[in-house]
């Protein structure tokens, strides 16, 4: 017998996991909050969907993160206030974010999220952590084609300077 062998969910973590799941599950609830907030600012339909989908992701990945941490012993991170509902016209022009601007936030985020998902799994000894953190990561590389497609829609995307005129190649 291996070490660390048979079933992984009745494995310890070790420190890096279990501050990792306690982590993710903090940045989960609040991407919660703040796309609940984001979702009252939108105007675009399409995208008011996305932000559904992500607040739908970031209550899963929450209740997940949570239930291996207490299965485990460890107190999960704490829950924040929900957020009470806002109309869109009652959002000052001034203080509301626009679409373009949520659309840039949450493909940022989701892309910074993504490479933590990597990252954990690629520190993961536990493969149900790391088989956990590969789901997630398909799924926000999913959502995140979501938004591009609809950035590029939209005309929202603001994309880096592109490189348009390309050597020509010379034979030998």
């Not at 959002?91 to 679409?99: E, L, N, Q, S, Y």
């Not at 926000?140 to 994309?159: F, N, Y």
Request: aromatic share 6%; with cysteine.
């Amino acid at each position: 017998m291996g070490i660390l062998s048979g079933n992984p969910k009745d494995q310890p973590l070790h420190y890096g996991e279990a501050f990792d799941l306690w982590a993710f599950s903090m940045k989960a609830k609040g991407c919660i909050s703040v796309y609940r907030a984001y979702s009252y600012h939108a105007g675009d339909k399409e995208l008011k969907k996305i932000l559904d989908d992500m607040i739908n992701q970031a209550e899963l990945e929450s209740e997940e993160c949570d239930e291996i941490l207490i299965h485990n012993g460890i107190p999960s991170s704490p829950t924040l206030p929900a957020r009470p509902e806002a109309k869109l016209e009652d959002i000052p022009v001034g203080a509301r974010f626009t679409d373009i601007e949520i659309a840039s936030m949450i493909a940022t985020d989701t892309a910074a999220s993504m490479a933590i998902c990597s990252q954990i799994m690629g520190k993961s000894i536990r493969e149900d952590i790391g088989a956990l953190f590969g789901k997630y990561h398909v799924t926000k590389a999913a959502l995140g084609l979501k938004m591009l497609e609809l950035s590029k829609e939209k005309g929202w995307l603001v994309p880096p300077p592109l490189h348009m005129k390309r050597p020509e190649l010379v034979e030998a």
